[in-house]
């Protein structure tokens, strides 16, 4: 699936919670998939012109976007579809690749904030935790402790990784 196309799956589906303006639609992919997912402003808008232009939503006189019929069906089938996984991008990997050159202090800086970040990501997933315990179950309920699960699992799995590579670098100079 295109990244195009993914980013389809994301505004179609942030709009099967309820009708909203291309704003509240990014502020709803932060507040939900922003662990995992992110768009910007600058592809919100033209996916919600292309959308509407397709038939797969419709926008009021208040300038709020909801999904038709045809746009569920479209969400479902684009959700069936088999994803792929583009070559990761990692800045961090990139730099420690290359640790030599920049030298064990350094990489070890590096190491500490990305461990630095990786617990609060981990404290950010519990406070989402907390939260959803509070909330009465849904039927979407299952699908979200999925995903937060899979977020809480990758932090902790990073932060042991960090471990790891700070007690093998050699030592400072």
């Known amino acids: 699936m295109t990244r195009r196309a993914q980013t389809d799956v994301a505004v179609l589906g942030a709009l ?10 990014r502020a709803a992919i932060v507040e939900t998939l922003g662990h995992f997912w992110s768009e910007s402003f600058g592809q ?5 012109a292309r959308l509407t232009a397709a038939g ?3 926008k009021d006189d208040d300038g709020r976007f909801t999904i038709t019929p045809t ?20 800045p961090l990997l ?5 640790g030599r050159t920049l030298g064990p202090d350094a990489c070890r ?3 500490r904030d990305a461990g630095a970040r990786a617990a609060a990501q981990l404290a950010a997933l519990a406070a989402v935790r907390a939260e959803v315990a ?3 179950p849904s039927p979407d309920h299952p699908y979200g402790l999925i995903t937060l699960d899979y977020g809480e699992r990758m932090a902790r799995a990073h932060l042991e990784w960090v471990e ?7 030592p400072g100079r």
Request: proline content about 12%; charged content about 15%; overall charge positive.
């Open 56 to 58: 797969l939503v419709t």
């Open 94 to 98: 990139l730099r420690l690749f290359f």
């Open 164 to 170: 790891a590579s700070l007690a093998a670098l050699p």
């Open 71 to 90: 746009g569920r069906t479209r969400l479902r089938a684009r959700l069936a579809e088999p994803y792929e996984v583009g070559p990761p991008r990692n």
């Open 16 to 25: 099967t919670t309820a009708p909203m303006t291309g704003y509240a639609v």
């Open 134 to 136: 509070a909330e009465p």
């Open 44 to 48: 919100i808008y033209p996916t919600l």
């Open 109 to 111: 800086a590096l190491l």
